[in-house]
Every structure is written in structure tokens, then in C-alpha cells.
């Protein structure tokens, strides 16, 4: 292959991965679904579906308020037992984005009917534009708001932690009032902390990452925010004596890209050990 013939497929190979990347994925959505068996699952209890989906960045190009709406619906199609929600409802100067406030969102987002409930956790955006804000929206819409504190949903607690970016969060507080020896997820925006959780929990479910945006083959995440580690950057990890999925997350940050980092919305089916779907 001359230079001249290099250059023009290098070109084209280029302008096909920027549409990709800039136009076609960030506006895609997987479904990816994990199975968990759980020892100490109460007898007789039936298996529990958990849905979740962190850093929306609504008002970020690809996530408008009329794609929440449709992520929404899809959700309740899939009829989970519970929703959980990791953070980053807001956005933070992404280029070419529109900054939406809380309000909207969570009306959007009390649509959603799991018999269970609904609880979230708010990420570092959050905080950085209207915490309060967020916090409050999305209560007036029935979504529980952990920080440090935990909450029983049918025959699971869920622990959520503050924000490692823009709070203090404390894991053990987060646990306090959890019985041993009972189902427990662990919900926390941000990966880096990991290795904080006292204890083993059934299983803990982060975001923050988004995958890294931009995820290559052999590579991985080039660049991941925050201080987890990139090897945490995305999918079930085990580490710590911790099980941790990290999601890839609805939206965008700093840049309106995606590429081999589709969004996700992530499936958890618990149930007894041994016992069949």
C-alpha cells in the first residue's frame, strides 16, 4: 500500500469511528443482566429484580428530557422488583449541552413504578450544581436520597454512600443499622470507594467512571475520573473481598463521546442459592 493510499484509509477509518463515537453510540442503550445467588436468602422468598442506571447528565446532547422519558418507560417494560439510581441526574459545562435543573428531571424520573421503591444516591454533578436541589426534587417524587444511611426493601437493605468527590463519605455509618446476615447492596456513585465497606456485601453497584467514555480493545479506559483505579473502571470486578459492577451510565461528561462504552442499563436478578428463576 503506497503512503498516499495509507493516508486516505487512515482518514476515512477516522471520520467513521468520530461518527461512531460523536453521533451514533452515546445515543445507543444495552441491557445487561447479572444473575447473583445469595446465601442467605430468606427462605421461600422469591428471586428479586433490581434495576439500575446511574449518570444520566441530562441536557448533555444524546440524554434530552424526552429520552429520559423513553428510558423510563423502558424500564418499567422490564418490570423490575426495585430501581436504584447512582448520581450524576445533573450536567457540568458538556459541550454542546443544556443545562436542565433538578425539577424536570425528577418528575421524569417519579415516573417509574417498581413495587419496592425507588432509591438514589447523588454523585459529584449533583453537588456541584444543586445538591439540595436534586436531593429534594427527587423526594418530592417518592425517590428515597441515601447519604451514609440505609434503607429495607422487601428482603433487601440497600446502604448508600455520599459522594468520594464532593462529601465525606462513611460506610460504616452506612451499615449501622443493617441486622447481619441479611441481603445487602451496597449504592455509591463512585468506585473509589471500594475498599471501604466493612464487611461483605451481596453486592456493591457504582457509576462515575462512564466506562471512561472511550474504551479500546487490548487498552481498556485510557482515562477514568477520580481516584479508583482504571482496572475499576467498568463491569464485575472482585476485589477486596468486594463483588462491584461498574456501570457505563446513560450520559456524558466534558465531551458528547462514546465509544466501546455504550450506555447501559444494568439487570440484577437476586435469589437463594440453588434455587432455579
Not at 503512503?3 to 469511528?17: E, I, P, S
Amino acid at each position: 500500500m503506497t503512503r498516499r493510499k495509507f493516508l486516505v484509509l487512515a482518514t476515512l477509518l477516522g471520520l467513521v469511528a468520530g461518527l461512531w463515537g460523536f453521533a451514533i453510540e452515546p445515543g445507543l442503550l444495552e441491557d445487561t443482566r447479572l444473575e447473583v445467588e445469595v446465601p442467605q436468602w430468606p427462605v421461600g422468598q422469591k428471586p428479586v429484580t433490581v434495576a439500575f442506571l446511574t449518570d444520566f447528565h441530562v441536557g448533555a446532547p444524546h440524554v434530552g428530557l424526552d429520552r429520559l422519558e423513553k428510558l423510563v418507560a423502558h424500564v418499567n417494560e422490564g418490570a423490575p422488583d426495585m430501581v436504584l439510581l447512582g448520581g450524576d441526574f445533573l450536567i457540568n459545562g458538556v459541550l454542546g449541552g443544556t443545562y436542565i435543573p433538578p425539577e424536570p428531571i425528577a418528575r421524569r424520573l417519579g415516573a417509574l413504578r417498581p413495587p419496592l421503591g425507588v432509591v438514589a444516591v447523588l454523585g459529584n454533578h449533583d453537588w456541584w450544581n444543586d445538591g439540595p436541589g436534586m436531593g429534594a426534587s427527587l423526594a418530592a417524587q417518592g425517590i428515597v436520597v441515601l447519604e451514609n444511611r440505609a434503607i429495607r426493601l422487601g428482603p433487601i437493605w440497600v446502604a448508600g454512600l455520599a459522594d468520594d468527590t464532593t462529601r465525606k463519605p462513611d460506610a460504616n455509618a452506612a451499615m449501622a443499622r443493617v441486622p447481619k446476615g441479611t441481603p445487602l447492596i451496597g449504592l455509591m456513585h463512585d468506585p473509589a470507594n471500594l475498599r471501604d465497606w466493612p464487611g461483605r456485601l451481596t453486592i456493591i453497584l457504582a457509576g462515575h467512571t462512564h466506562a471512561g467514555q472511550v474504551r479500546l480493545p487490548l487498552i481498556g479506559s485510557p482515562i477514568i475520573p477520580g481516584r479508583a483505579p482504571r482496572a475499576h473502571a467498568y463491569g464485575l470486578i472482585k476485589d477486596y473481598g468486594q463483588t462491584l459492577y461498574v456501570s457505563a451510565g446513560i450520559g456524558t461528561s466534558i465531551l458528547p463521546v462514546r465509544f466501546g462504552a455504550p450506555p447501559e442499563v444494568v439487570w440484577l436478578t437476586l435469589r437463594g442459592t440453588g434455587t432455579t428463576p
